[in-house]
């Protein structure tokens, strides 16, 4: 529940980044704010000791960082297996820190089966939501140039339902469901319910945010 909680306080800026070079630019951007720019925020940054593969950072998605959310990678099966590139069925995936690696390995799988699968890493929900709400209070004010939440611009790129896998409560990824599309269904995976102590791999089967889990999801949204 921490991200839910660093949520409510209006000048923490929470971030939840997978890899390395996600870190670094929210490290960067956040010693810049407080130090040279001298804003009155702060920095929750939630971190894993797991050891996994850091890919490097997209070409120009540092920006997107920042705001909350880049788009990290497509996964299809070649049309030359089977499978035709317009009967694919297609389904997006959103995962933030070291669950992350599930959606990915869960992506892989669905490639496997036919499945056009694209993938976001968020890297904040909080900063998500705020730019939503910013958003919304702007159109509701009559502002005819006020933008669309970012959130929604960045999943133009993908089609399908959505589903979201985090390591906190599923309240933390349903924060940003006002400001997706309205025409794409939303299912969150979280870990909601007592702590237990188990290996990692037991945890996030018992929860349903590992991969089998993300893929059982993914295919019940599609059917």
Same mark, same amino acid.
């Given at each position: 529940?921490?991200?839910?909680?660093?949520?409510?306080?209006?000048?923490?800026?929470?971030?939840? #980044?997978?890899?390395?070079?996600?870190?670094? +630019?929210? +490290? &960067?951007?956040?010693?810049?704010?407080? /130090? +040279?720019?001298?804003?009155?925020?702060?920095? $929750?940054?939630? @971190?894993?000791?797991?050891? %996994?593969?850091?890919? !490097? *950072?997209?070409?120009?998605?540092?920006? !997107? =960082?920042?705001?909350?959310? %880049?788009?990290?990678?497509?996964?299809?099966?070649?049309?030359?297996?089977? %499978?035709? /590139?317009?009967?694919?069925?297609?389904?997006?995936?959103?995962?933030?820190?070291?669950?992350?690696?599930?959606? =990915?390995?869960?992506?892989?799988?669905?490639?496997?089966?036919?499945?056009? =699968?694209?993938? $976001?890493?968020?890297?904040?929900?909080?900063?998500?939501?705020?730019?939503?709400?910013?958003?919304?209070?702007?159109?509701?004010?009559?502002?005819?140039?006020? #933008?669309?939440?970012?959130?929604?611009?960045? /999943?133009?790129?993908?089609?399908?339902?959505?589903?979201?896998?985090? &390591? $906190?409560?599923?309240?933390? #990824?349903?924060? +940003?469901?006002?400001?997706?599309?309205? &025409?794409?269904? %939303?299912?969150? @995976?979280?870990?909601?319910?007592?702590?237990?102590?188990?290996?990692?791999?037991?945890?996030?089967? $018992?929860?349903? =945010? &590992?991969?089998?889990?993300?893929?059982?999801?993914?295919?019940?949204? *599609?059917?």
């Amino acid at each position: 529940t921490s991200h839910l909680v660093a949520s409510t306080i209006p000048n923490c800026k929470a971030y939840d #980044p997978a890899f390395a070079g996600e870190m670094a +630019v929210i +490290v &960067d951007h956040g010693m810049r704010e407080m /130090l +040279v720019e001298q804003k009155d925020v702060f920095y $929750y940054v939630t @971190l894993m000791n797991e050891n %996994y593969a850091q890919p !490097d *950072l997209p070409t120009g998605a540092e920006a !997107d =960082v920042v705001k909350g959310c %880049y788009k990290f990678a497509s996964y299809i099966r070649s049309s030359d297996e089977g %499978y035709s /590139l317009k009967s694919l069925k297609k389904i997006t995936l959103l995962g933030s820190g070291a669950i992350l690696t599930e959606v =990915v390995k869960a992506a892989q799988l669905l490639a496997e089966q036919g499945v056009n =699968v694209t993938v $976001y890493s968020v890297t904040s929900w909080s900063e998500l939501a705020r730019d939503g709400r910013a958003c919304l209070h702007r159109q509701m004010a009559g502002d005819a140039s006020a #933008p669309m939440p970012f959130i929604a611009q960045q /999943l133009q790129a993908s089609s399908g339902p959505i589903i979201a896998a985090t &390591d $906190y409560v599923c309240a933390v #990824p349903e924060s +940003v469901r006002a400001f997706l599309p309205a &025409d794409r269904h %939303y299912l969150t @995976l979280g870990t909601d319910g007592f702590g237990r102590s188990d290996t990692r791999a037991a945890l996030r089967g $018992y929860f349903g =945010v &590992d991969a089998a889990s993300i893929v059982r999801a993914a295919l019940g949204q *599609l059917a």
